[in-house]
């Protein structure tokens, strides 16, 4: 049983939506529920599992720029600002403080709401206490 754990952050590395999908499930279909409606934003960092066109497209509705380096079987090459996107090491972080928690980095917890339930807590805690 393993599981992702998507998480999208504000400007100072703290966590505003947290997600979990099921290991096996690729990343498109957790960025479809998680940057619907984003908070106000001028540019999102992401990973470069998050290079299609529909999350492009998603950002571009949201008038948001996105900051994701292209895959290397992308076809036509994108521009993305490389001393903006060195700034992501913030998410980096945020994910190092929350594995900081046994709990969390073994995942002791075999139900998905009970794990959910652990990082919501840990988060709360951490960044926002």
Not at 21 to 36: H, I, N, P, W, Y
Not at 48 to 75: E, F, H, V, W
Not at 90 to 103: G, I, Q, S, Y
């Amino acid at each position: 049983m393993n599981t992702k754990l998507h998480t999208v952050c504000d400007n100072l590395g703290r966590p505003v939506r947290l997600l979990i999908t099921e290991g096996q499930r690729s990343d498109f279909k957790g960025a479809d529920v998680l940057l619907k409606n984003l908070p106000r934003a001028k540019v999102l960092l992401g990973d470069k599992s998050y290079d299609s066109g529909k999350i492009r497209a998603m950002l571009a509705d949201q008038d948001i720029t996105p900051c994701i380096p292209p895959k290397k079987n992308r076809k036509t090459t994108i521009e993305y600002c490389k001393s903006l996107y060195k700034t992501r090491h913030k998410v980096e972080n945020l994910f190092a403080k929350l594995k900081d928690w046994r709990r969390i980095a073994t995942r002791y917890d075999r139900c998905a709401h009970i794990f959910r339930s652990a990082i919501y807590l840990a988060a709360t805690v951490i960044f926002w206490l």
